[in-house]
T-cell receptor, first 113, second 110 residues
Framework: DSGVTQTPKHLITATGQRVTLRCSPR?????VYWYQQSLDQGLQFLIQ???????AKGNILERFSAQQFPDLHSELNLSSLELGDSALYFC????????????FGPGTRLTVL | GQQVMQIPQYQHVQEGEDFTTYCNSS?????IQWYKQRPGGHPVFLIQ?????EVKKQKRLTFQFGEAKKNSSLHITATQTTDVGTYFC??????????FGKGTSLLVTP
């Protein structure tokens, strides 16, 4: 158990819909990263937040957005879903800004039908 | 941008055989990290290498960082069925995120 929690574990929805994935970092960790894992693309970095502020952006689509709240939990919002958005979404956390994501959550498996 | 390539993509070994996966970067890396992901699981951090030519060992696992800091390897001696999973290397991206290689999936048969 990494100490990072993610909900829900599984999510099945239809094309065009919007979903929200939630992540709680390890206690004391200020930095949260979101990654998408699909079979063909591997682990792709989406976005990073540190203490409530966006710090880095990766291959995140405009249909996707995220935020980190004052209690440090983070949400990833995916809208206008397409079949290709089906993937595992991982959240990871680290203590300080300069530390890479070491602790990954169990992931949310999103299936878009 | 910086790309991290891993080979081989798959490796199937008999229990007790050795296993090596290689990681190559298109640019010099300040550090490299290795993760293991069991089937159905999440990536688990194994180690970070920082210095040129660095070699670190964790029991049967040996990690190396190349002299030019553009390549790395993970060697497992005498594999066990518990070593099954996908091994990823990752290098720093913009900010403090990581670029992951596509991983090497290891299958160990008893």
């Amino acid at each position: 158990d990494s100490g990072v929690t993610q909900t829900p574990k599984h999510l099945i929805t239809a094309t065009g819909q919007r979903v929200t994935l939630r992540c709680s970092p390890r206690s004391g960790d200020l930095s949260v990263y979101w990654y998408q894992q699909s079979l063909d693309q591997g682990l792709q970095f989406l976005i990073q937040y540190y203490n409530g502020e966006e710090r880095a952006k990766g291959n995140i689509l405009e249909r996707f957005s995220a935020q980190q709240f004052p209690d440090l939990h983070s949400e990833l919002n995916l809208s206008s879903l397409e079949l290709g958005d089906s993937a595992l979404y991982f959240c990871a956390s680290s203590v300080v800004l300069g530390d890479s994501p070491k602790y990954f959550g169990p992931g949310t498996r999103l299936t878009v039908l | 941008g910086q790309q991290v390539m891993q080979i081989p993509q798959y490796q199937h070994v008999q229990e007790g055989e050795d296993f090596t996966t290689y990681c190559n970067s298109s640019t010099t890396l300040s550090n490299i990290q290795w993760y293991k992901q069991r089937p159905g699981g999440h990536p688990v951090f194994l180690i970070q290498l920082v210095k040129s030519g660095e070699v670190k060992k964790q029991k049967r696992l040996t990690f190396q960082f190349g002299e030019a800091k553009k390549n790395s390897s993970l060697h497992i001696t005498a594999t066990q069925t518990t070593d099954v999973g996908t091994y990823f290397c990752a290098g720093p991206n913009s900010g403090y995120a990581l670029n992951f290689g596509k991983g090497t999936s290891l299958l160990v048969t008893p």
